[in-house]
């Protein structure tokens, strides 16, 4: 069974940082494409960053270009969010998805709160 657990989410103030984990299990790692999602209620949920296994490939929203990076652990079997020069409208419930290539995503996590005070 293929499960994706995100965390590191929390309260912070505005400028401050977070590094959020998705740990994914259940399936080969080497050729997935893993993305970052995030939602505030109300509204749709909007692509944040994303990374394709295969090729190295990252992108990125324009609303947290130079502020947030994607990385992988491959020994650990995590992607990690780096979140940087935090803002209150990056405050928004973050998921981390998976699935065999980049805008095809099949598997989501549960979901991790980030709040950014001002």
């Known amino acids: 069974e293929v499960q994706l657990q995100a965390s590191g989410g929390g309260l912070v103030q505005a400028g401050g940082s977070l590094r959020l984990s998705c740990a994914i299990s259940?399936?080969?790692?080497?050729?997935?494409?893993i993305g970052w999602f995030r939602q505030v209620p109300g509204k749709e949920r909007e692509g944040v960053s994303c990374?394709?296994?295969?090729?190295?490939?990252?992108d990125y929203a324009d609303s947290v270009k130079g502020r947030f990076s994607i990385s992988t652990n491959d020994a650990k079997n995590t992607v990690y969010l780096q979140m940087d020069s935090l803002k209150p409208e990056d405050t928004a419930v973050y998921y981390c998805?998976?699935?065999?290539?980049?805008?095809?995503?099949?598997?989501w996590g549960q979901g991790t709160v980030v709040t950014v005070s001002s």
């Open positions: 259940g399936f080969t790692f080497d050729d997935y494409a």
């Open positions: 998805a998976s699935g065999v290539s980049l805008g095809t995503y099949t598997y």
């Open positions: 990374i394709s296994r295969t090729d190295g490939y990252t």
